[in-house]
């Protein structure tokens, strides 16, 4: 069971005659209000801080297309739900999400990797410094 939130907790508090007076009505609605706020902005808050490890790319643009607090509202905790919000969003908008890198550029880089090896190599052992007198030599 959910804990109770400060409005039920001060209602209990008020004497039974004041919990339904028409001057506290208005007020006990605000603070409902704000906490249903504040709720929405922890929810919202915490989708924002896992958005980046997840790769999504425009968070505010799926909370548009997304309503964040009906998703998160059947699940246990906040965690769970959030993976749940996630790999429903991933498979309904996947173009939301950051591809991962094509084969191609990897064997590019790869490909990049043994050319800077040999220089690395080549400048551990001397041989730049020595390429590097020679044409001084010769400028000379």
Partial sequence: MPDKTHTDQLKQALPEALRDAKEIAPHLER?????????????????????????????????????????????????????????KLRQARPWLFAKPPAAGAEKLSDGALPRLDKLRAAMSHGALTRQLQAVRIRRR
Avoid at 31 to 51: P, W
Avoid at 61 to 83: I, S, W, Y
């Fill in 31 to 87: 603070l409902a209000e704000l906490e249903r706020d504040h709720a929405s902005a922890a929810l919202e808050r915490a989708f924002l801080e896992r958005a980046p490890r997840e790769g999504l790319l425009h968070p505010a643009d799926a909370l548009k297309l997304e309503p964040l607090a009906e998703a998160l509202a059947g699940a246990a905790d906040t965690e769970t739900g959030l993976r749940d919000y996630f790999a």
